[in-house]
Structure formats: C-alpha cells, structure tokens
C-alpha cells in the first residue's frame, strides 16, 4: 500500500520543553490507525506537524508525497479537532456549501454529505441551536469534501452518545475502505479496539510501541486471563484440579502466558462434568496501554 503519512525522527521543542522525541511512523493508504498517549505525550502536536501548522526542529514529515506544509499536502490531508467552532448564524447546508466552495467542490454534493452523517433533516437549521454531537457531524462532513489521502481524527467521538459513536466510525471505516488513511488520537480505548489495523503508543514524546493489536500482545506477555465456572457447587474441587483464584462461590479464574493457553484450555476440557462454562479474556487495549506507558492513564 501506497504511504499517506510518513514520519521520520520528527523533534519538537516548545522552549525548554521537548514534546517529541524523533518520533517516525507510516500510515498506509486504507488504514486506520490509532495514536494514544497521556495528555501532553505529542499526539496534537504530532497532528500539528503533519497538517503543517507548526514545523519540526529536524526530521520529516511528508503526506501524500508531498512535505508537510506544502499546498499539496494541505489539499491531500483534511482534520477534524475535538473542539469545533463554526458560524452560529447560518445553517448546516450554507455552511457545507461555504466549505465546499473553499475545497474547489461543486456544492451539488452538499445534501447527500448531509444525509450521510445524519444531518439531513437538520440541514436548514441555524448551527447555533445544534448540539455539540450534530456540529461533530457537520465537521465530518467537512473532512468528506474531495476525498482526503489522509483524515487526522482528534478526540472525535468527544461530546456523542453511544449510536453517535458508531455512526462516526462506520463512516471512518468506510474513508478506509475508500482508500483515505485514518490517524485517530483518542482516550476512548474500548471503542477503538475493534475499529484501528494498528496501535501506535506516544509515551513522553517518545514513540514506545507501533503494531497490531495481536502482536503488541504477544511482545508485551501479559497474562491471559481463563474464568472457569464450576458445575453445581464444586468450585471447591475445581479449584483443588485446576489452582488459581476463587471469584465467588462458583467460578475459578486463573492467569496463564499467552503460550500456555491452550494447554491449559486441554486441562480444563478434560475435567468433563465438572466445569459447566468457560470464559477466556485476552489482554485488553486498556492493559496493552498500560503496559507500553508505563501505567500512564489514557
């Protein structure tokens, strides 16, 4: 897949501070990945850069092929912040249509990008008397004009309700499949790991993990976590076959390396009648986090 995002040994200093530490990453064209990080760990600063707002002390950054920065760049990226601001007084369509004749787009796609993100009865009303969850939409909409190679996502889902959220990331994942490369930064970590190819970690301004989710878990070794419910009241025995930790009066839970699983699993299988259920937990986004941020909060 073609680069829509290359970073390499990227510094950044605002003062004495040092927010980034030659910081490289690659997002590929059609891929979704997510940037997490404690607060000031560089991820808006990282975006900063890639859109061209602020430039780097040393190393590179290029989207679509073209520096940072550059017209090109700015034409092939397209952003959207946690915090929007649009013009109260005038309406969903006149302000799509605004930006729609700024990006060089016939405003004749202005309904259907409405209706897309679920704005579509709401097009006529003034922006001032949306919620923040709509005016979320509207900047989606935004970032749908022309196409982008690469769509940079800050905190997007900040401000929406549950169907909300889905709603954007269905849209997210189908720019994916069209080809645009998502970067998202997000704190949200139980929606993101089912919806990103790859988890790019920024601990300190330091680039500490990039990969997919599976193979972040078999470098970090974190215990697998098997809960195993007894069959009538003999979690007693269970236990006494089996080791680990009584939950309650009916379930065992035992934490095993990723490579012991499935011979724990066998053992488990042949207790037969004294097991009545299973339930197998591996190391969650959140654990994952933890791990490569040295126990950071998200």
Known sequence: MDSALSVSAVSKAYGPRRVLHEVSLEVRAGER?????????????????????????????????????????????????????????????EQLGLFARLAGVSRAVVPGLLDRVGLGDAADRRIGTWSKGMRQRLGLAQMLLGRP?????????????????????????????????????SHALTELEARTDRIAILREGRMVACDALARLRDEAGLPVRLRVTARGERAADLQARIGGARLNGASVEILCPPSQKMARL?????????????????????????????????
């Open 33 to 93: 990945v997510a940037l997490l990080g404690h607060n000031g760990a560089g991820k808006t600063t990282l975006m900063k850069l890639a859109l061209g707002l602020v430039p780097a002390d040393s190393g590179s950054i290029s989207v679509g092929g073209a520096a940072a920065g550059s017209a090109a760049a700015r034409e092939a990226a397209a952003y959207l912040p946690e915090a929007l601001a649009f013009h109260p007084a005038l309406t969903g369509r």
């Open 149 to 185: 190679a690469l769509a940079l996502l800050d905190e997007p889902t900040s401000g929406l309700d549950p169907v909300s959220r889905y709603e954007l990331y269905a849209i997210v994942d189908e720019m994916a499949g069209q080809g645009t490369a998502v970067l998202v930064a």
């Open 266 to 298: 066998a053992e488990i299988a042949g207790l037969g009648g004294l097991v009545a259920d299973l339930d197998v937990a591996q190391p969650s986004l959140e654990d994952i986090y933890r791990h490569y941020s040295g126990g950071a909060s998200p």
